[in-house]
């Protein structure tokens, strides 16, 4: 019996620290292992089995782990650049809106500085001639303002 108690005690001594392994593995200590076993029989090979899975499910888990941390830090540059766009797309629809609103006085100006130098004789044109042309100086101005913050708003 004594002998019977002995060598059961071999066998069953390998299946519960895999027992052991494994509920330490389910508790979250993934580098749990079964370690040596004395015997090199079906048990023992069983035993050295499971470590190099569990080994190999730990490498896996990193891997993985890995691979989330990149595409989660993809993820996180891909959104970046998306509300990037959106904000400048917003500042392209801002700026054609200003500009609009800007070049349309602009035009009404310049009409209105054609038409004065149309209805004034040639001695009043002569002596307003400097101030129509600061006028224009500022219109050209203006314009150039505005097409260069268009300019400044178009996407490359």
Do not use: C, Y
Not at 66 to 91: F, G
């Amino acid at each position: 019996a004594w002998v019977s108690l002995r060598w059961a005690r071999t066998i069953f001594a390998p299946v519960e620290r895999m027992d052991q392994t494994m509920q330490r593995v389910e508790g979250g200590a993934l580098d749990a292992r079964v370690g040596a076993v004395a015997s090199d029989d079906e048990i023992g090979r069983l035993a050295g089995h499971l470590d190099r899975l569990l080994a190999t499910l730990q490498r896996w888990n990193a891997e993985l782990d890995a691979k989330v941390a990149e595409r989660t830090h993809e993820l996180r540059e891909t959104q970046a650049q998306l509300v990037r766009s959106e904000r400048l797309a917003t500042v392209g629809q801002l700026t054609a809106s200003i500009a609009h609103e800007v070049n349309n006085p602009i035009a009404v100006i310049q009409g209105n500085l054609d038409l004065v130098r149309q209805l004034l004789d040639p001695a009043a044109a002569a002596r307003v001639a400097p101030e129509l042309r600061l006028v224009d100086e500022q219109i050209q101005r203006m314009r150039l303002i505005v097409a260069q913050l268009l300019q400044f708003a178009k996407p490359n």
